[in-house]
């Protein structure tokens, strides 16, 4: 997997996450949103009507573009802060 963006961050402390089927080493207190982004993640979540792949769009909680399911909850990647061990999973369609 390609990342589109640059990690400008390499010496930063990184912790173990979750997403989907995959563990990444992701840095610690980075947003998700921005750290999956990094590590080469472009689909958060599909939409419901024909199942488009949608990732991040604002990077500021507006667009609800980046939901992702931690814990069970639908949660906005973009406004979640990176932790060890924290798992999540692609959302499925809806906001
Ligand atoms: S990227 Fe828009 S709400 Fe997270």
Request: hydrophobic share 45%; net charge negative.
């Amino acid at each position: 997997m390609t990342a589109v963006f640059h990690d400008l961050t390499p010496g930063i402390r990184r912790v173990s996450v979750r997403f989907g089927d995959r563990w990444l080493e992701l840095p610690d207190g980075m947003t998700l949103a921005a750290a999956l982004l990094a590590a080469g993640v472009s689909t958060f979540r599909r939409t419901p009507a024909s199942g488009a792949p949608r990732g991040p769009f604002c990077m500021m909680g507006a667009c609800h573009d980046c939901l992702v399911l931690i814990d069970g909850e639908r949660v906005q990647a973009c406004m979640t802060e990176v932790r060890d061990g924290l798992e999540a999973d692609p959302a499925g369609g809806g906001a």
